[in-house]
């Protein structure tokens, strides 16, 4: 009887690179394997399982709405979104809400209110400023925005109207801002940007945003898919340098392991009408059940609280492994939102070690591994993730 991985490669289409473990089930921060084995989950779905896996709330919540309606479109009222968007709007700033079901399609709306608000209000400017080293999804609008041959060029031509800039450089973003031959509606930016390595913005430049946009009469869209939902020490990343967007896209997270994606737009920037865009299952009352529930954690246990406490606990531990010799060079993000930098390209052989010990990690790339582990991981799971992961560094390091 062939295996699953054989019986994969012959229905699903290629385009993964698994590790060589099946997982069957969850539980909080672990994960039991096909084999027997129990790990420690540092990935979290990639930020998503905020909550861990199978949280109790989270799954009462779902289970609920899934005995009661699971589906009806968009044709029809129901509460199930308009709970969910008041909690969003809450925590973040005024506006309304659109919801999809992943974080592309968010960023894809995102543009799509860009280009129209650009129609209304600048005379058809069209053109969005991105920053190099982004990700904003792989739809083709998207992969437009990420601007990163190795995600787009097999899919060329892209849309045009994106133009990127290096990041950190405010005088680059001001200079697209200025220039008249091909005017800019929109800069968008990750506060934190995940795929290129876990790098910070930092509070100065997205102030530093803020201020250029309104002084050049664009929007600013903050992609908050990975940074958001308290993973950073705040509801969302950029809130500690007091520079709201005009638009700001939500998802992994948001939903606590259900598809679920959202676009908050405040006033300014609120343009959309019957007909300007859609999604079949976007809202979905079982999706937003569990988003509605995981917002109700969160805030009722302030797990923002947790992610910078035990965040900086994580970091510390990493760090401490440099001075053992391991070859860590540096620590970066916020929270639970962390880069570990490898002083060699070793990254894919450390997760591989790392699956030997025990935990589950992920490289970007041959000199980062990112950590976003849930929320609710504890201080002797701390402990116990930096001891394997300093095995499987160890061991990595010995054999390159």
């Known amino acids: ?91 973040a700033f005024p506006g309304r809400v659109f919801l999809c079901n992943s974080g592309a399609e968010a960023n894809e709306a995102a543009i799509k209110i860009a280009r129209k608000w650009g129609q209304l209000h600048r005379g058809g ?45 405010l005088g680059a973003v001001e200079a697209a801002l200025r220039d008249r031959s091909r005017p800019v509606v929109a800069v968008m930016a990750e506060p934190i940007q995940g795929e290129s390595g876990v790098h910070p913005l930092g509070d100065q430049y997205l102030r530093g945003l803020r201020e250029l946009c309104d002084r050049h009469e664009a929007l600013l869209i903050l992609d908050e898919v990975q940074s958001g939902m308290a993973r950073t020490g705040s509801w969302w990343a950029h809130q500690p340098a007091g520079a709201v967007p005009d638009v700001m896209t939500a998802a992994k997270g948001l939903g606590g392991g259900l598809p679920l994606g959202a676009v908050l737009v405040a006033g300014r920037a609120d343009v959309l009408e019957a007909g300007d865009h859609g999604s079949t299952f976007g809202g979905n009352p079982v999706a937003c059940a569990a988003g509605s529930a995981v917002f109700e954690v969160i805030g009722r246990d302030r797990l923002w609280e947790r992610a910078a406490t035990v965040g900086d606990q994580l970091r510390e531990g990493i760090l401490g492994l440099a001075q053992r010799g391991l070859p860590v060079s540096e620590v970066r993000g916020r929270g639970l939102l962390l880069g570990v930098g490898l002083d060699r390209p070793i990254a894919p052989l450390v997760v591989q070690e790392a699956l030997a010990q025990g935990v589950l990690l992920n490289a970007i790339g041959d000199r980062t591994i990112r950590l976003a582990p849930p929320l609710v991981i504890s201080d002797d799971e701390v402990e116990l993730a930096v001891a394997r992961l300093a095995g499987a560094l160890e061991r990595a390091g010995t054999a390159s």
């Not at 920053?131 to 609008?141: K, Q």
């Open 1 to 91: 009887m062939p295996s699953l991985a054989e019986r994969e490669g012959a229905l699903l289409c290629d385009t993964y690179r698994r590790l060589p473990i099946t997982l069957v089930s969850g539980e909080g921060c672990w994960v039991q394997a096909e084999d027997g084995r129990r790990l420690l989950d540092l990935v979290g779905g990639i930020a998503v399982n905020v909550l861990g896996h199978c949280h109790p709330e989270v799954v009462e919540a779902a289970g609920r709405q899934l005995r009661r309606l699971m589906h009806t479109s968009n044709l029809y009222h129901t509460g199930e979104p308009v709970e969910l968007a008041a909690r969003l709007v809450r925590s």
């Open 125 to 169: 400017a069209h053109t969005i400023v991105t920053l190099e080293g982004a990700f904003h999804g792989r739809t083709l609008g998207t992969l437009a925005a990420t601007g990163n041959p190795h995600y787009s060029a097999p899919f060329q031509p892209l849309p045009n109207g994106f133009l990127q800039v290096p990041r950190g450089d």
